[in-house]
């Protein structure tokens, strides 16, 4: 059964930011029912990272609703684009991959993104379909539609022009590029985080000089880390993956700060205001576990989920050493003595990245040793079969001696 235009308005338009425009999408609705086509929903995601989090999947529940609407997605891999590299809104260019880095992460990308949508609804395209074969002559001919002066209105080129930062004719192009692909794929919507409102726009531009009616824009506020404070990112270790196991995505999502749960349940389980109430009026230890709880059955199951929930409350509340941990062996040149520097082993054992981030995991508390706090960054350990090294709050390693 077909839903009624403005429904699907509604729907679509549901926890949306921006949105150009409401008119012009009634228009396409009305247009796609009487030709009985679904409409081609445009979203693009450059593989820069193997993984998604749950950051990219406030875009893709949208991309779902769409398809439960009996519309189309068309999935632009931007292996092309990732190639180039786009600031989108840091303050530092984005570091370019190669075309090995960029197929493999693409690979990854193909795969999770069907956690979410419907593959029988999905078109996966990759840009460099276009742009591989594109000659010189005609990317200058592209260029030609756009000004300097346009570029400069974005937000990001703005800033760091006005503060004598270096931009590149490279991140000039990547708008046009990502733009020209709404004209290759003759997108009617093209979602995106409010980062990439000019990108968005320059589309249906774009569009209009290549005689289409331009795409509706439609974009999704930026999903905020578990540190509450910044977008959510690999970079920035905030995220919490998709592929990540049940019980680190639970522990993730239970530490983040109790507002900021809201969010996720709004953006992430794409709860109404009603139900939002609902948890709202129990513990917020209860309401986060349910969140927690939502969010790994939907990447897990339901039965992971429980499990984690059950392991969480009795490693946090119960204050007991997870029923399942890695373990580490003491390599046998280090054997002789059976001793390890605290900031090597945390290395060593794969709980701490660097020397540096040891440290300072050191100087903050956050390492134990069968549950004893150790905070001298130069402490030397003698090791023992069986131990268990603890870094933050949920990375634990039993360690091995033969």
Not at 61 to 79: A, M, P
Not at 81 to 109: C, F, H
Not at 135 to 163: C, N, P
Not at 180 to 198: C, H, K, P, R
């Amino acid at each position: 059964m077909s839903v009624a235009v403005d429904q699907q308005i509604e729907r679509i338009g549901a926890r949306s930011v921006d949105f150009v425009s409401a008119e012009e999408l009634q228009k396409k609705l009305s247009e796609a029912a009487a030709a009985a086509r679904p409409l081609r929903v445009k979203y693009g995601a450059d593989p820069s990272a193997p993984d998604l989090h749950l950051g990219h999947v406030v875009g893709l529940n949208k991309l779902r609703e769409c398809q439960d609407l009996g519309h189309t997605v068309v999935f632009i891999i931007g292996d092309f684009t990732a190639m180039i590299g786009d600031p989108s809104g840091k303050s530092k260019t984005r570091p370019q991959l190669s075309r090995e880095q960029v197929m493999a992460n693409a690979g990854s990308y193909q795969k999770q993104v069907f956690k979410v949508l419907d593959p029988e609804r999905t078109e996966i395209r990759f840009n460099s379909e276009w742009f591989g074969g594109m000659t010189f002559e005609e990317v200058i001919r592209l260029s030609s539609h756009v000004t300097v002066a346009q570029m400069l209105q974005r937000d990001d080129f703005a800033k760091r022009y006005g503060e004598n930062q270096p931009i590149s004719l490279v991140e000039f192009l990547y708008p046009l590029v990502q733009a020209y692909d709404s004209v290759m794929v003759n997108a009617d919507i093209e979602l995106g985080g409010t980062d990439q409102l000019f990108n968005l726009l320059l589309g249906r531009e774009l569009q209009k000089i290549f005689k289409q009616p331009p795409q509706t824009v439609l974009t999704l506020p930026l999903l905020e880390g578990t540190d509450g404070v910044q977008k959510m990112s690999k970079s920035l270790n905030n995220y919490v993956g998709v592929t990540e196991s049940p019980q680190e995505q639970f522990g993730k999502i239970m530490s983040i700060s109790d507002d900021l749960m809201w969010r996720y349940y709004e953006l992430i389980l794409c709860a109404d205001a009603g139900q939002i109430a609902t948890q709202q009026q129990r513990h917020p230890r209860e309401a986060k576990d349910e969140l927690a709880r939502q969010i790994v059955a939907r990447f897990h199951g339901p039965e992971a989920a429980a499990a984690a929930s059950r392991e969480f409350a009795r490693i946090f509340s119960e204050r007991e050493n997870p029923a399942d941990m890695p373990e580490w062996s003491l390599p046998s040149e280090q054997a002789a003595d059976g001793t390890c520097g605290l900031v090597a082993l945390l290395v060593q054992t794969g709980l701490a990245e660097s020397n540096g981030a040891a440290r300072r995991l050191i100087l903050q508390g956050g390492v134990r040793l069968d549950d004893q706090k150790v905070t001298d960054p130069r402490a030397e350990i003698p090791l023992r079969d069986g131990q268990i090294l603890r870094a933050g709050k949920r990375k634990f390693v039993r360690i091995r001696v033969a």
